[in-house]
């Protein structure tokens, strides 16, 4: 299994190629951007010259793509990625998508006789760098059992949410959750400000209060707390502010699917498509606090 190929070399999918190649794996990659290829080309993966000139004769073929849209296009449209392979392959998508689209692909694929997993990623650009992601994984016992050694070249933490699918709805779940954190992380942190207090000294309280959160963590965004975070950076580099509209969308329609009760998350997403329409799409979704700044 130590044939791949890597399709959709963004601000993940290029470091997690890389860390793949590191771990010693033949990687075949592809990407519309020839820079993106050129990149990891010139770190030991062979360029390929169309997705499925890239899945040709591999074990595992993984894709990181922007939306479903993408995803069921490059699988099941004009080019069929599935037809490219060869049986017994195994296709592990690690783009965050709607789980329905998700299982729709994963059946296209084990009608074609291949095996699929759904496996978005958490952890960002940071984690996607460091190798040190965490893997939500959607599928069957088998396909499971042949990604767990792939991922672990560029995960730390990998879990087996259910069947084909639910790799999908965990990772939305956390990222809605995660939305409600920063957005109330950063209001109580402006609050402090606001009453003539240190950020970095409420902060610090904070983490050892009952408000401790994985945002005072590991994330701060008040400029200035911590340091080598987007929040210390201009708020660049991260998880966009887009990224996160998109993911908290996927929640809602989830939501509304399932009859869920979410009004918490109806709330952070209308405070980032606030933000994300004052101009701040490509900000670190950790922005959300320059939302609740009156200076």
Known sequence: ??????????????????????????????????????????????????????????????TMLPAAKHVKSLYMGEQCLINATRPGTLMIDSSTIDAESARVVGEAVKKAGRL????????????????????????????????????????????????????????????????????????????AIDNGLDPKVVSDIMLQSSGCNWTLQKYNPCPGVMENVPASKDYQGGFMVKLMNKDLTLAMNAAATSESSTPMAATAQSLYKLHQNKGNANKDFSSIFQLFDKS
């Open 1 to 62: 299994m130590n044939k791949i190929a890597f399709i959709g070399l963004g601000n993940m999918g290029a470091p997690m190629a890389e860390n793949l190649i590191r771990s010693g794996m033949q990687v075949t990659v592809f990407d519309l951007v020839d820079d993106a290829v050129s990149a990891l080309k010139s770190k030991g993966a062979k360029a390929a010259t169309s997705a499925t000139d890239a899945v040709k004769d591999v074990d595992v073929v993984i």
């Open 116 to 191: 699929f997993v759904d496996a978005p990623v958490s952890g960002g650009t940071a984690g996607a760098q460091a190798g040190t992601l965490t893997f939500i994984m959607g599928g069957d016992a088998e396909a499971i059992a042949k990604a767990t050694p792939v991922l672990q070249c560029m995960g730390k933490n990998l879990f087996h949410a259910g069947d084909t699918g639910a790799g999908q709805v965990a990772k939305i779940c956390n990222n809605m959750l995660l939305a409600v954190l920063m957005a109330g992380t950063s209001e109580a942190l402006q609050l």
